[in-house]
């Protein structure tokens, strides 16, 4: 854990500001005393932007744990595949939370979960279209633009395809980044859980993904839903460890990108931290190989 | 058979009539089956949908869950989340309408105490989520002159609030949320009114009884009644030392001045 981040020689990655290329843990409300108290050896945290919008104990206790880590601020409903645009109030409070936590890296999800002005408390999946992307592209320069800084751009789980999809969601994601300039947040799981769903090949997704623009990597459990029929799908429910599968993607995931700071996300349940920390050592030697690998390839 | 390729506007509010009142004429034709039905793919998001806002509600209302049971909570979320879809993407602000849809929702008719708790679980909640806000200080009152005194209205703390039950309310969260079963055995929940004064503290949520006259002097204040009226109008009680205790414990953070004084029926003109 005290491993010094990356080499000098590696390139900047857009947004990724001082979180280490090292493996760090979601931070949920049911850990804030303990890593007050006791201080866990976690390199990093990243927490819901919006379970400290307003004011009271949650963010007094972010605060002080502002002092001690790196924080990562990740959005879950700004809904920046909204076709109405986003919505003014919500972004502003997004900005409060910035502004107030100064938080490393700030990211949003490739999805939409705002329509006819109701929250709809999930990340509904968008059509792969032009029209989307341009929507998408106006809607993450308008967050830039106010928060006066780059985001990182996250790949969602999804469980449903549109139709009159046009462009494979890799590309998409990809895209948007080319256009406006954010960083990509990589969630390995997400990747495999859709892969599997919709028949995709997760590497094609990884190869796709321009690595210098990969600023983290999220990893998290699913489950394996049984429809009838003997047909299944997958959920992406951060209710337990890792899978061996998704584990094998990061693997390749670090291999392409190199290393990039990995959070353990668990949102289900939530376990003791020691089992948060254990994912995060498994994730920490992964990305220890990724760099001596590295290294070799720089130094040939 | 809908062929026509929607617009992302069109295609996300068709979504929103599959989650939120499950009709999905308008957007299953646009879903790739892919070996599954559409509605089981959109099951999966509309149950999202209802266990997040179910938990929400359940967060801000932790006694009226325990008051009537998991199941029973469960099905009056999921027809008060029907009715009232959240309009914030922040879950804190979710649920201001339950204590109403408890009142009107005939299965719970039996339980006249439950919309009162619930009304005073809602301004727990809204004290614990407040934003921090600066108390005001005292001297900058005292430093003004006599006729600038007379036009002082005060701006409560985000985080206050004034509820008044017909049933002991807070005597029944209390008892609720210890799980203490003598003290919830003693109570009877029948009609006693009650005047309570919610605030955040440093240590926590106060909940705090008041008699009528000094809540209503308070909730003169709280919603823009002029200081030098309320104080007027304030009877049988000490107005001026509640005035200064509510001060002292940072409960007004600001204030403004009336343009006008208010005439002698306590109006603004």
């Keep these: 854990m005290t491993r010094q981040s990356t080499s000098p020689l590696l ?41 400290y919008m307003g004011g009271g104990t949650a963010p007094a206790t972010l605060d002080a744990i502002r002092r001690d880590y790196p924080v990562s601020l990740h959005g879950t409903s700004l809904s920046l595949g909204s076709a109405e645009g986003l919505d003014p109030v919500h972004l502003a409070r997004v900005r409060e939370v910035v502004g107030r936590v100064e938080p490393d890296l700030v990211s949003e999800h490739l999805s939409f979960s705002v329509a006819a002005g109701n929250y709809l408390a999930d990340l509904l999946p968008l059509p792969m279209t032009e029209e989307a992307l341009g929507i998408v592209c106006r809607n993450v320069v308008q967050v830039q633009d106010c928060l006066k800084r780059t985001i990182l751009v996250e790949n969602p789980s999804t469980y449903l395809q549109f139709r009159h999809s046009t462009i494979p969601e890799w590309e998409f994601l990809a895209e948007v980044a080319r256009r406006t300039g954010c960083g990509i947040l990589c969630d390995v799981n997400n990747i495999y859980v859709s892969a599997c769903n919709h028949g995709w090949r997760a590497q094609t997704y990884l190869a796709a993904l321009p690595a210098a623009a990969v600023g983290e990597i999220h990893l998290a459990g699913h489950s394996l839903r049984r429809l009838d029929d003997a047909r299944t799908i997958r959920i992406d429910d951060h209710g337990s460890r890792v899978a061996p599968e998704v584990w094998a993607l990061y693997a390749e995931a670090l291999a392409r990108f190199g290393p990039v700071p990995t959070l353990i996300e668990w949102d289900t349940d939530v376990p003791p931290m020691a089992v948060l920390l254990e994912e995060a050592a498994k994730a920490a030697a992964l990305i220890e190989e990724a760099e001596s690998g590295n290294g070799n390839a720089l130094a040939a | 058979m809908e062929t026509a390729t929607p617009s992302l506007l069109e295609l996300q509010r068709a979504m929103r009539e599959s989650l939120v009142v499950h009709d999905d004429h308008g957007v299953s ?33 932790p006694a009226v869950h325990r008051l009537v049971g998991a199941e029973f909570f469960e099905g009056a979320a999921r027809i008060f989340i029907e009715a009232h879809p959240p309009t914030s993407a922040c879950l804190d602000d979710y649920g201001e309408e339950f204590p109403g849809f408890l009142s009107d929702f005939e299965p719970a008719a039996s339980l006249a105490y439950l919309p009162d708790v619930a009304a005073l679980e809602w301004a727990v909640n809204r004290a614990l989520h407040a934003p921090d806000v600066e108390p005001l200080d005292p001297l900058r009152l005292a430093a003004l002159g006599e006729p600038e005194r007379a036009r002082v209205c005060l701006v409560p703390h985000p985080s206050l609030s004034l509820v008044r039950v017909d049933h002991p309310a807070d005597l029944i969260w209390r008892a609720v949320l210890e799980e203490d079963h003598a003290a919830l055995s003693a109570i009877d929940p029948g009609a006693d009114s009650a005047w309570l004064f919610v605030q955040r503290l440093p240590t926590g949520v106060e909940i705090r009884r008041m008699s009528e006259s000094a809540w209503s002097f308070t909730s003169a204040l709280c919603t823009g009644r002029s200081l030098a009226n309320a104080l007027d109008e304030a009877r049988d009680f000490d107005a001026s030392a509640l005035l200064a205790d509510h001060l002292a414990a940072g409960r007004f953070v600001d204030f403004n001045l009336m343009q006008h004084p208010p005439d002698h029926t306590g109006n603004i003109p």
């Design chain 1, 11 to 51: 390139p900047a990655r857009s947004g990724r500001g001082s979180i280490p290329a090292e493996a760090g843990v979601g931070l949920r409300f049911r850990h804030h005393r303990e890593v007050l108290d006791e201080h866990p050896a976690a390199a990093w945290f990243e927490v819901h932007i919006e379970n």
């Design chain 2, 29 to 61: 034709a646009h879903v790739v089956p892919g070996g599954i039905d559409p509605a089981e793919r959109l099951d999966i998001y509309r149950n999202t949908f209802a266990s997040v806002l179910t938990t929400a509600l359940r967060l801000s209302y």
